[in-house]
């Protein structure tokens, strides 16, 4: 399942730790996978496993702790709104059930064009910024009215059918 052009990048992981401690590179190797195939299923999950020589439990918790990987495949653009309980006081719920409103579907759900999947979100650590959310695990959107969540969707919808 694991290409040896994947397992070429853990190699290159694995070599930034001492010798005795190459499970330190799981969350690379974790992330490796979910660059490559989309998401970390628990095949992929007993392969770094394996290639680490870890238990597959231990690789399994790494993967359930954090919600940046994702265990099931999503949608091109996954979106997690800050629900933790500041940003809760400043609206991040509404956020997020205009989002479900706006793309037809509920938290945890991918739309049915496979485009947008929408997540809940503990502290994003931005609660200044509150409502505030994650697009795709790397860019923070700040201070997102309906008006701001609108146009946030509406240029990813048309960046995403191209």
């Given amino acids: 399942m694991i290409s040896e052009a994947t397992k070429a990048r853990f190699a290159a992981e694995v070599a930034k730790y001492p010798a005795d401690q190459k499970q330190s590179a799981v969350m690379a190797c974790l992330a490796i996978v979910q660059q490559e195939l989309g998401h970390v299923s628990v095949a992929s999950e007993n392969e770094v496993a394996s290639y680490l020589g870890m238990p597959p439990i231990a690789v399994h918790e790494v993967t359930t702790f954090y919600n940046m ?46 485009l947008f999947t929408l997540q809940q979100s503990e502290c994003l650590g931005a609660c200044a910024d509150s409502p505030v959310l994650l697009v795709n695990d790397r860019t923070m959107c700040s201070f997102m009215s309906n008006d701001k969540l609108d146009q946030l969707v509406d240029g990813l919808k048309s960046t995403g059918a191209k």
Avoid: S, W
């Fill in 69 to 114: 990987y994702n265990q099931q495949p999503v949608g091109k653009f996954k979106l997690n709104v800050c629900t933790n309980l500041p940003c809760q006081l400043r609206d991040g719920q509404k956020a997020l059930h205009h989002l479900e409103h706006k793309l037809g579907i509920h938290m945890g759900e991918t739309t049915a064009d496979g």
